[in-house]
């Protein structure tokens, strides 16, 4: 079971951190990834860490503002978000891909958390 929190209202050019707690190991061989959804949107890939290696991997709009880590003692994930800008309010959910398979693709995640709003204004 994953717990995501963090979320919330912040003016543009703030920064959130988001957080995504496990509540059993995490493997190695998992990704955990964070994706979000705008309203009437499909899912889309935000980052993705590699837990044996934190090997990371970002979609090319958030490359350079948003880092994601993991605390492998707290078996936590994070996404730090700096820079933000309005087009990055949505619902930002936590995932893992226990598989290890493809990282961006959302399908090939098997556990999800509950998403938590992030809303930035203007």
């Known amino acids: 079971q994953l717990q995501a929190s963090g979320g919330g209202l912040v003016q543009v050019g703030g920064s959130l951190r988001l957080s995504c707690a496990a509540s059993e190991d995490i493997y190695s061989s998992y990704y955990m990834g964070w994706f979000r959804q705008f309203p009437g949107k499909e899912r889309e890939f935000v980052a993705a860490i590699r837990w044996r290696s934190a090997k990371t991997d970002y979609v090319d709009s958030v490359k350079g503002r948003f880092t994601i880590s993991r605390d492998a003692a707290k078996n936590t994930v994070y996404l730090q978000m700096n820079r933000l800008s309005a087009e990055d309010t949505a619902v930002y959910s936590c995932?893992?891909?226990?598989?290890?398979?493809?990282?961006?693709?959302?399908?090939?995640?098997?556990?999800w958390g509950q998403g938590t709003q992030v809303t930035v204004s203007s």
């Open positions: 995932a893992a891909n226990r598989d290890g398979t493809n990282p961006r693709i959302a399908n090939e995640y098997d556990v």
